[in-house]
C-alpha cells in the first residue's frame, strides 16, 4: 500500500511538471545550479503517546543523531513557466551516526562500536515565485514535493524468531512530503522546509521535520549575446 501511495504522488507531480512545461510555448532550457548547507536540528511530533520504546531491533540506536544534522545540498532547477513556475531535483548528502553495534545476539558491552554511513535525500519539488516589485527586490517562493530521506542506510542485523536468530537487511529509508518557503535575491536564497516524516523511532507517528537551508546558484549556460 505504502508503494503505492508513493508512485500516486511522484506520478501526480511528474504530470503536473508535464502540463506546466506544455503550457508554456516556448521553453528554453538552461537549467541553473543551487548549492548550499542544510540545517536540520528539530522534529516536533504530533502526537503524544505513552508506550515509547525503542525499535525491536538487536543494536543501540540513538534516534535523536538521525534527526540532528547538517548536510551538503544541491538541486538542480529549471523553470517552466515564464519566471514564476520552476521544477528542482533537490540531493542532500552527510556522513554521521547510523547505529552502536552490539554482538551477534543483540547483547549489549562496554565497547560498542558506533556505525556511521553516507547517507542521501532525493526530492523532486515544484516551486511558485511570486511576482517582485522591482527586479532587485527580494522574492518570495513557495513549494511543494515528495521525495525519499536516508538513502544508504541498509545493514544488516540478527533477529530472533522464536527458536533461532536470522539475519535480516534494515533500513531507516522512507518516503516524505515536504513543504518548503523561501526568500530570494539575486543568486542568494534561504529556505525553511518542513518535511513529514515518522517519529524519531521510526514508528508510523506523524512528526514534522523541520530544515532550515542557505544556497547560492548560477545558470549552467551563458545566456548568449544577441
Known amino acids: 500500500m505504502k508503494i503505492i501511495k508513493r508512485k500516486i504522488l511522484i506520478l501526480f507531480l511528474l504530470c503536473w511538471v508535464n502540463s506546466a512545461m506544455h503550457a508554456q510555448n516556448k521553453l528554453i532550457f538552461n537549467p541553473s545550479l543551487e ?3 542544510a540545517v536540520r536540528n528539530a522534529a516536533f511530533e504530533l502526537t503524544n ?3 515509547r520504546r525503542s525499535p525491536d531491533f538487536t543494536y543501540d540506536y540513538d534516534g535523536i543523531a538521525h534527526f540532528r544534522n547538517k548536510s551538503l545540498a544541491i538541486a538542480l532547477k ?5 519566471n514564476k513556475i520552476s521544477v528542482q531535483l533537490a540531493t542532500y548528502f552527510r556522513y554521521n ?10 547483547l ?4 560498542q562500536k558506533e556505525y556511521k554511513r ?4 532525493l526530492f523532486l519539488d515544484g516551486l511558485y515565485h511570486f511576482k517582485k516589485r522591482k527586479e532587485n527586490a527580494t522574492g518570495i517562493i513557495l513549494g511543494l514535493g515528495v521525495g525519499e530521506m536516508n538513502n544508504g542506510t541498509k545493514f544488516k542485523d540478527s533477529l530472533w524468531t522464536g527458536n533461532k536468530y536470522e539475519l535480516k537487511t534494515r533500513s531507516f529509508q522512507f518516503f516524505a512530503p ?3 518557503l523561501g526568500l530570494e ?4 536564497s534561504l529556505f525553511v522546509i518542513a518535511h513529514g516524516t515518522p517519529d524519531i523511532d521510526y514508528r508510523p507517528n506523524p512528526t514534522i521535520w523541520l530544515e532550515f537551508k542557505g544556497s547560492y546558484s548560477f545558470q549552467l549556460k551563458k545566456k548568449s549575446k544577441q
Request: net charge positive; glycine share 8%; no cysteine.
Open 78 to 82: 529549471q523553470y517552466v513557466h515564464k
Open 185 to 188: 535575491k539575486r543568486k542568494i
Open 35 to 37: 548549492i548550499g548547507i
Open 118 to 121: 553516507l547517507k542521501y535525500d
Open 97 to 106: 551516526h547510523l547505529y552502536y553495534g552490539k554482538n551477534a545476539q543483540g
Open 108 to 111: 549489549s558491552n562496554s565497547n
Open 49 to 51: 503517546y505513552t508506550n
Open 178 to 180: 515536504r513543504l518548503l
